[in-house]
């Protein structure tokens, strides 16, 4: 369920960068609040066991597959929902950089998908609710299995908005949510079901472990109202920031450009250009780098173009030769500079 | 089984990798960081129509592989283990958008162009990423991620999170060897014992970290993890930023592909 680097747009992957820094800057101050700095140690084994976890195999009856731990909610009832979102966060960052699972773009979708649905909102607003009247196998087991299966939900709702408002797929918001919604229901449920098994067995064996994050005030009211206030500024201002930043040229650095320059468009009147302006005078395989496209197709074509930008055809052959050249281009000085290194250690 | 090897030997590659003393090596690593940052949003920054412009970009992940004399079979494999998710939801494009356009002679859906895009940015910003860490290594990420002013508590929690990763994945695969052996062709764990399968695991860990504490503790630990790294960003650093950086722009800027195409149909007529 990661997001990927690929699938997300900047405006996306830097408005939810900002707002997944912002929870973890507040989680970092309520976790130096509530426990000991010197105890991270603890949250820091706690990562590296999600990772752990999260390989072991779990049989699904029935089926004849298996299924794997996210974590996500376990992390907050075991550790509580400050220390649960960072260690979250530092799994997550661990994954985009070794793993490539994610990336560092989509570092702040997948902290945001994966961390603040179960944490902050899972945890305090379903399992809590459940267990607010003492613990017992059945509490643990339902409260477990409804917050595990809510947070997925929510989680893979926000990958299906983040990825449709970057604009990458095709896919439209309807086939994708009945793709999506579906599959993590599924998901959900073995997470939620091993979930329960995992704190059942923990309250049964070890009971101070999950006494002492219970007792621990996990999210007064006024904390969580201040939470989300601030998200919603921070969503504003960021993405209201860079959607005028991406629409009101048509890209950010056109836009630099021509606070930099005073034009958007560099003029160029220097030798090389006009030389070039010669050469592309006088290219008659390609002339202008358009092609038409048929009688038939024109028709669809004017129609999607009024949604989407255009792919221009011309431009697309021209690519293919140049993409090509580009590509022996870049190949033949990586030969090269292999050729240099291979000389160098010769003479050394 | 194979899944937790494949992770451990790929972790301990990576980590063998960054201890290199090569060229790029020895950039400073908030340079490093941020050099990739730029590239990333560079790369995702492109049009979902715009392949030929893209292609320029695979310079940059070259030099790092040729000049940091890195493995690429590894670095490689890791990204075709990713790649099936990034597939899935983008072999959806050619379903989805049947437009159709000209190409050459062909006529072929649009939907293939803009997988294509998705394909190629998913091989430039995964490589981008593994080769960040395989040039750098955690702990001088960590030390530029200090530099940034992320608090210390959060790149506390991310090396120990790193370096128990590998202590807790030989623990895992303790436990799967010892239950696989008594439970013959039995695929994955049985529902009696996901409980106390995972449970006997997170009191492993708790006890484990408890111990861990002690001998941090008993060892001067005060709340900072000290890496021994102080570097500071020379004007060579600097230069190598600014190179790739004017490098990128200019990549975002002008199609580089149809530049030469240009010049080459120009040179043939």
């Known amino acids: ?348 | 089984m194979s899944t937790l090897k494949n992770s451990l030997y790929h972790l301990r590659l990576l980590d063998d990798l960054g201890k290199h003393n090569s060229f790029i090596h020895k950039v400073h690593p908030l340079i490093k960081l941020i050099t990739t940052v730029f590239y990333l949003a560079v790369v995702i920054s492109f049009e979902r129509y715009d392949v030929s412009g893209l292609l320029p970009l695979i310079f940059y992940p070259m030099f790092i592989f040729l000049l940091g004399e890195l493995p690429i079979t590894p670095i490689l494999k890791r990204l075709l283990i990713v790649a099936p998710l990034i597939i899935g939801i983008g072999i959806m494009n050619p379903l989805f958008d049947n437009s159709k356009v000209l190409i050459g002679n062909i006529y072929i859906s649009r939907g293939w162009i803009t997988f294509l895009s998705i394909l190629i940015k998913c091989g430039l910003t995964v490589t981008a990423s593994i080769l960040l860490v395989a040039t750098t290594g955690i702990n001088r990420i960590a030390e530029a991620l200090r530099m940034l002013k992320v608090p210390k508590i959060f790149v506390l929690q991310l090396l120990l999170t790193y370096r128990y990763f590998s202590v807790l994945i030989e623990e895992v695969s303790i436990m799967i060897r010892a239950y696989s052996l008594r439970a013959p062709g039995q695929k994955g764990i049985h529902r009696s014992v996901w409980g106390s399968f995972t449970g006997i695991l997170i009191i492993r860990t708790f006890d484990r970290a408890q111990r861990v504490y002690q001998s941090m503790n008993l060892r001067g630990f005060r709340g900072e993890y000290i890496n021994g790294y102080n570097s500071k960003i020379t004007f060579k650093d600097f230069l190598y930023l600014m190179m790739w950086c004017f490098f990128f722009t200019i990549v975002r800027i002008y199609n580089i592909p149809l530049i030469i195409d240009r010049i080459f149909t120009g040179v043939i007529n």
């Open chain 1, 1 to 348: 369920m990661h997001m990927a680097d690929a699938l997300i747009s900047p405006i996306v992957g830097g408005t939810m960068l900002a707002t997944s820094g912002g929870i973890t800057a507040y989680s970092i101050k309520k976790v130096q609040n509530v426990i000991d700095e010197k105890k991270i140690p603890l949250m820091g084994v706690m990562g590296a066991f999600v990772f752990a976890a999260q390989m072991i195999n779990f049989s699904i009856p029935g089926t004849g597959s298996s299924g794997h731990l996210g974590g996500g909610m376990l992390l907050a009832i075991l550790l509580g929902p400050h220390a649960g979102f960072l260690t979250m966060a530092s799994i997550l960052l661990i994954q985009a950089l070794f793993f490539g699972d994610g990336g560092l773009l989509a570092y702040g979708c997948n902290v945001f998908n994966l961390g603040f649905y179960t944490c902050f909102l899972a945890y305090p607003y379903i399992y809590k609710w459940f267990t607010r009247k003492g613990i017992n196998s059945k509490k643990i087991f339902v409260a477990s299995l409804i917050s595990s299966v809510i947070g997925l939900q929510l989680g893979s709702l926000s990958v299906v908005i983040e990825t449709l408002l970057s604009g990458k797929t095709e896919l439209p918001f309807g086939t994708f949510f009945l793709l999506m919604q579906p599959i993590h229901l599924a998901i959900g449920i073995v997470e939620g079901l091993v979930t329960a098994a995992v704190v059942t067995f923990i309250w049964k064996y070890r009971p101070e472990i999950l006494e002492r994050t219970a007792k621990g005030k996990a999210l007064a009211s006024t904390t969580i109202s201040k939470v989300i206030i601030a998200l919603l500024v921070a969503v504003v201002i960021v993405g209201g920031f860079f959607s005028w930043f991406a629409s009101s040229s048509p890209d950010g650095l056109e836009w630099s450009m021509e606070k930099t320059a005073g034009t958007s468009e560099l003029e160029t009147s220097s030798e090389i250009h006009e030389i070039l302006a010669n050469v592309q005078s006088r290219t008659a395989f390609l002339p202008d780098y358009d092609f038409k496209t048929n009688g038939e197709n024109e028709e669809q074509d004017m129609k999607s173009e009024d949604k989407w930008p255009s792919v221009n055809s011309g431009t697309t052959t021209s690519g293919i030769v140049g993409g090509l050249l580009t590509i022996v281009l870049i190949g033949a000085t990586g030969y090269i500079i292999n050729l240099i290194k291979r000389r160098r250690r010769k003479i050394s």
